[in-house]
């Protein structure tokens, strides 16, 4: 992995910007990453009011995200990836309420089983409500987290979230964290928040499209 300090052609920064500002980082996730498709971290800095990018790390195994996420440097970071499941579902399958308790036993199972049970719950529901949706799914326009489908991001949480939690992370609300040591600080902060491209992407265009999986369908635009 490249020297995640510096950055080859990149503006250089005020000593200040280098030494206590935090990174700013956008994470496209991938719950099965691999060098074709693999989790992707942009990395920039905040400089006389705007966002510099500086890089991005391409990612191609969960390992090397994990040793992505111990770095010791501070970063505030939005990651495309649900970090809980809806309150109805977890009330449902008699799963733990409390959060850590509920994805400790989240982790635990294996994707089969949590397809089986999600797919268990959906089939006893009515056409139009199959899936159960937290409060911040349908103001962000976001996918239900128990989805195991296009996109798959019950997956995405099965493996992202124990990982932020390895590392020691900050979920804002959710887990505190830990400091790490660091070169250019006496502790560094990492903290990571639920970030939602397509809310930012309405926005500015409305309800036209702004990405597709399919290559047949995608332009300059």
């Known amino acids: 992995m490249a020297d995640p300090e510096r950055v080859k052609g990149a503006t250089p920064l005020s000593p200040h910007a280098e030494g206590k500002n935090s990174w700013l980082v956008g994470c496209d996730f991938s719950s099965r990453p691999t ?3 693999p989790i992707v971290i942009a990395i920039g800095t905040l400089s006389g009011g705007r966002v ?21 440097k501070a970063w505030i970071g939005a990651f495309d990836l649900p970090f809980g499941l809806p309150r109805e579902l977890v009330q ?5 309420l409390g959060w850590a308790d509920c994805l400790e036993h989240y982790a635990s199972l ?5 397809r089986a049970k999600f797919a268990a719950f959906c089939n006893a529901r009515p056409v139009g409500g199959k ?15 128990m989805k195991w489908v296009n ?17 020691g992370v900050n979920l804002v609300g959710l887990h505190p ?38 290559k047949a369908k995608q332009t300059p635009e």
């Open 110 to 114: 294996s994707r089969e089983e949590i």
């Open 131 to 145: 899936f159960a949706h937290r409060a911040t799914d349908i103001p962000a326009g976001s996918s239900p987290s």
């Open 52 to 72: 510099q990018l500086l890089k991005l790390e391409r990612l191609n195994s969960l390992d090397l995200f994990l040793e992505w996420l111990v770095l010791p």
């Open 92 to 96: 449902t399958l008699g799963w733990p």
């Open 177 to 214: 964290g830990h400091q790490v040591e660091s070169s250019d600080s006496k502790g560094s902060g990492r903290v990571a928040v639920e970030g939602y491209p397509g809310l930012l992407a309405r926005e500015i265009l409305h309800s036209r499209s702004y990405k597709s999986d399919d």
């Open 35 to 37: 060098a074709k498709k």
């Open 151 to 167: 996109p798959p991001v019950a997956y995405m949480l099965h493996a992202g979230v124990p990982l932020l939690l390895k590392a």
